[in-house]
């Protein structure tokens, strides 16, 4: 496709230009400049013509000049809907909220590039040209796939519970839940969302973009960070929720962007059912009432009597809040409860790499070009877990593909450092390649006497991060101009020491520049300053702590842990790991939380320490290692807190496992422990079953496929201690380059099972093991030998194999004994509900010391499935497309599916959130 003006080309799947904002056309040929018109109500527009047509969107542009209008066939539409004529004055106010605020304020998305060939900064492009479609938990199949997990009598249905738990998008939340909240971290796109519903509706889309075959919704945009000190001012007039006040905070929003509606126009439209309220930034209130009360809490109170008087009468509502402040059991949601909540998913591989290549292919401005840079940057990324990480937060992606096109196509590994690096890019370092020296004008505007282009960003940085200190202080995401502009004066005065008429002279002129040049700290309405994102903020109150000195940050620390709110919490952790900040300290202040002696404070250190990376001294992590370990093990402990302390130990980094060989455990046979030949009793006896159904319940037919019980002879083998955790399986797939079916295998916590895998992924895996480990040096006696010279291999277990691993030869019930006990497993009575890091129950060991044999996941057998023991043929082949037996049952299972010897199986395509595989070396088949 082709822009008609500047005749650049785009790949085909973009409708719109994204340098001119016209619509693309067919390209003709080499060097043409007509245009095609093709189906039904096309235009045709010639050389330097403008073509206005029914698919322009109302984005017309000429030159540099983009004008965001309203199409006229959108306004007919709605003015039918609401009963008026499209010349009324009504129609006059609805153009201008559309115009001026829907398609002026939220159409963009803030890029804050710098086009390096001409100088130009680029700090918005339409959000069309870059939207990448998210992904969202649904709600109602989580629970659905909850009770299904716990009450299923036969594994025939698990297709039906996977699929209960699939992702749905944004078009599938809207058609379900007429009142929805997306809840995400910072920079996850749950704003762009609600825009991008916004956007829809008010470019006639709706049906295109959201599925949404209903009448049109007039889309209300809402902020609500500073619906809080609306309802301070007016305290005396909102005692009691009700739902004039976010209706009369809604109009006061409106007439500060020069929307002026008729009296009752938006109660009248809200009465009959006809608005989309976005709602956004609810957890952005904070502080407190003149009485007393909690700013946040009152704005949830106020926000549920608006829904609940409107939302009765076929209104639509989407909220958006940030994860800590609306968790489940939060005072939050118990005042708000009417939103179904949807957690928005960070983006996969496919999702970062649309996004980078779109971002890239803007700022290049050319098609090819911004592909093939799109790939290098992905390949790049790829290989590193962190950048990955980062690459899965649309925002922070973004700052990736910033510092990658800046700095030399080099990508530093950590958050802090990414940030570090935009705000250095967008305080002026990008002019370093055009003069050393910035201008003289520029100097004065600045307020400072630095001679270089270094010595004003560092000025400006010292300026910003006393606004963003301030704003810490009061936790308060917004600044009046007159306060920021105090702020500023006060940091003249000290750090230049300027005198007090000059300083708020500069304080005034900071402002402007910041908010024109550098797209960090900006208007973002009349008379209110702040950073363009939290991020930002965060950062710089960051650094302010670190610049602070140690005492100052480690006093912080501790008045804020062992969680500090969404306020502190990422404050805290970028000044730990501050590029600023000594490895001494750093030490120091993981060893303060060390002293608590309390797992949540463990975890906070782990969290700093997963942050710092090798800043972090090699003794304050192994104590923080060693006592996370002694935690995790610890069979005292409530099962809580020793999964806990297992998920830090990840975060800093598991020592039972060698990153030189393949994250295999640690130990003198890599985690392979060996089992003796002989016979052990396989099964359930027919006559203990009614027994069985008396105390574990269930059905008969699914005991029946565990009888006869029978003695069962097999040679000697190793299997290992635990199930092959993610970072195992990451190292097969970087290794040996296999293309996971599933990517989301590949996104757990390292020392979790891997899960979502098939049984043919996992022979893959074995057969690539089984090669490393005869060709390695290190490999150690008497595995080398076997593996070589004995023709032994690594493999799935057969089912007999796992069974006598797990309950040895005295025929037990479970790994540990006869009876069931939550706190020796992860299955259903526990209470976790998800995976674990392996090796949290040590006291569920089976006799020969084999961890994890039951609950956490169902592990994959190499054993072909018969329905029981009779006529009992033990077929190990690994030919044929047959069900493989699975072993050992998962977090969602009940008691009795969590037994030695009790029995399933599946697709061997089938990759699901609770299978994964153990390894064994035996006999070549």
């Keep these: 496709m082709q822009c008609p003006t500047c005749q650049r080309t785009w790949p085909d799947e973009f409708k719109v230009c994204p340098i001119c904002a016209l619509p693309l056309q067919a390209k003709i040929g080499p060097g043409a400049s007509g245009a095609i018109a093709q189906g039904p109500g096309a235009v045709a527009a010639g050389e330097r013509g403008v073509a206005i047509g029914g698919n322009v969107h109302g984005n017309i542009s000429t030159g540099d000049t983009i004008i965001h209008e309203l199409p006229p066939q959108v306004l007919e539409l709605f003015a039918r809907q609401f009963g008026f004529d499209p010349a009324a004055p009504d129609a006059e106010a609805l153009r201008s909220y559309f115009n001026n605020v829907i398609l002026e304020r939220h159409s963009k998305i803030s890029f804050l590039f710098i086009r390096p ?32 997990a716990r009450r299923l009598e036969r594994f ?72 809080g000190a609306f309802l301070r001012r007016r305290a005396s007039r909102y005692v009691e929720p009700q739902p004039r006040a976010l209706l009369e905070y809604l109009e006061e929003h409106l007439r500060g962007a020069g929307v002026r ?4 126009f938006l109660r009248d439209r809200l009465e009959a059912g006809q ?40 209104n639509r509502f989407g909220l958006a809040s940030r994860p800590r402040a609306y968790q489940d059991h939060s005072t939050l949601r118990q005042l708000l409860p009417y939103p179904k909540v949807c957690d928005v998913l960070d983006l996969d591989a496919d999702g970062y790499r649309r996004l980078i290549t779109n971002l890239l292919t803007v700022l290049i401005g050319d098609a090819a070009e911004g592909q093939a840079e799109a790939e290098d940057l992905c390949a790049r990324i790829a290989p590193n877990r962190h950048l990955v990480d980062l690459a ?44 050393d020296v910035t201008s003289p004008d520029e100097l004065a505007r600045l307020g400072t006497s630095a001679a270089t282009t270094e010595q004003a960003i560092q000025f400006r940085r010292r300026a910003l991060t006393a606004l963003a200190w301030a704003m810490q202080e009061q936790a308060t995401p917004e600044l009046s101009t007159a306060a920021a502009a105090q702020v500023l004066a006060r940091f003249y005065c000290e750090e230049e020491r300027t005198e007090p008429a000059t300083a708020e002279k500069w304080a005034r002129t900071f402002l402007e520049v910041a908010h024109e040049r550098s797209g960090l700290f900006i208007a973002v309405d009349e008379g209110l300053h702040t950073f363009s994102h939290q991020a930002f903020r965060e950062y710089l109150a960051a650094t302010h702590l670190v610049n602070a000195g140690e005492s100052r940050l480690l006093e912080e620390l501790l008045r804020h842990a062992p969680a500090p709110d969404e306020w502190w919490e990422q404050v805290l952790l970028l000044a730990g790991a501050h590029p600023e900040l000594g490895s001494g300290a750093a030490g120091r202040l993981v060893e303060a939380l060390l002293e608590k002696d309390d797992v949540e ?176 040096k290190e490999t150690p006696e008497p595995l080398a030998a076997l593996l070589r010279d004995e023709g032994w291999e690594i493999t799935l277990p057969s089912e007999a194999q796992w069974e006598k691993a797990a309950r040895g030869t005295d025929g037990r019930v479970f790994p540990w004994g006869d009876d069931p006990d939550p706190v020796r497993a992860n299955y259903a009575d526990t ?45 190990n082949r690994l030919e044929g497309r047959y069900a493989r037996v699975l072993r050992g049952g998962a977090f969602n299972s009940v008691a009795r599916r969590v037994r030695c010897a009790c029995r399933s199986w599946d697709d061997p395509d089938d990759r699901l959130s609770y299978i994964g595989f153990r390894l064994v070396a035996s006999p070549g088949s």
């Design 275 to 314: 608005c989309f309220l976005l709602l956004d930034g609810l957890d952005e209130a904070s502080g407190t009432l003149e009485s007393g009360g909690d700013l946040r809490e009152e704005v949830a109170r106020q926000v549920a009597a608006f829904i609940r008087r409107y939302l009765p009468r076929g």
């Design 392 to 435: 899965g937060n649309p925002l922070l992606c973004t700052t990736l593909v910033l510092v990658y096109k800046y700095r030399g196509r080099r990508l530093p590994e950590r958050r802090v450092d990414v940030l570090h690096e935009i705000v250095t890019l967008l305080l002026g370092r990008w002019e370093e390649e055009r003069r």
């Design 601 to 776: 404070h463990a975890y906070l250190a782990a969290r700093c320490a997963q942050d710092m990376t090798d800043k972090l001294p090699g003794a304050q992590r192994k104590r923080l290692q060693d006592w996370l370990l002694a935690a995790m093990r610890d069979g005292a402990r409530p099962a809580r807190e020793r999964v806990r302390a297992g998920d830090a130990l990840a975060l800093a980094g598991d020592p039972r496992f060698r990153a030189n060989a393949w994250f295999l455990p640690d130990e003198p046979l890599l985690g392979f422990i060996e089992i003796p030949p002989g016979p052990f009793t396989m099964g359930t006896r027919q006559e203990d079953i009614p027994a069985l159904l008396k105390r574990l319940g269930g059905s008969r037919e699914w005991y029946e496929q565990e009888v006869p019980q029978h003695q069962f002879t097999l040679p000697g083998y190793y299997i290992a201690r635990y199930p092959v955790t993610v970072a195992q399986w990451r190292a097969f797939v970087k290794d040996s380059g296999h293309e996971p079916e599933d990517p989301d295998s590949l996104r757990g916590v390292d020392n979790h099972p891997v899960v979502r895998v098939t049984w043919y992924e996992a022979i893959a895996y074995c057969r690539w093991l089984t090669g490393k480990l005869r060709d390695w």
């Design 261 to 264: 509606f008729a009296p009752d």
């Design 117 to 148: 060939e001409t100088g130009r900064v680029y700090t918005e492009a339409d959000i069309e040209t870059v939207f990448v479609p998210l992904h969202m938990t649904d709600p109602d199949a989580l629970e659905r796939q909850t009770l299904l």
């Design 831 to 875: 209470g976790i509900e998800t995976t674990i890091a392996v090796g949290c129950f040590p006291g569920g060991a089976s006799p020969y010391g084999v961890e994890d044999l039951s609950g956490n996941v169902w592990e994959w057998c190499r054993t072909k499935w018969q329905g029981s023991y009779r006529d009992y043929r033990d077929d």
């Design 156 to 227: 025939d249905v698990r297709r039906e519970v996977e699929e209960a738990a699939r992702p749905i998008t944004l078009p599938e939340v809207i058609r379900k839940y007429p009142c929805f909240l997306l809840r995400g971290k910072p920079g996850c796109g749950k704003t762009t969302l609600l825009r991008h519903i916004a956007l829809a509706f008010a470019r006639g889309e709706q049906a295109e973009k959201l599925g949404w075959e209903g009448p049109p919704l007039l889309p209300l945009l809402v902020p609500l960070r500073n619906f």
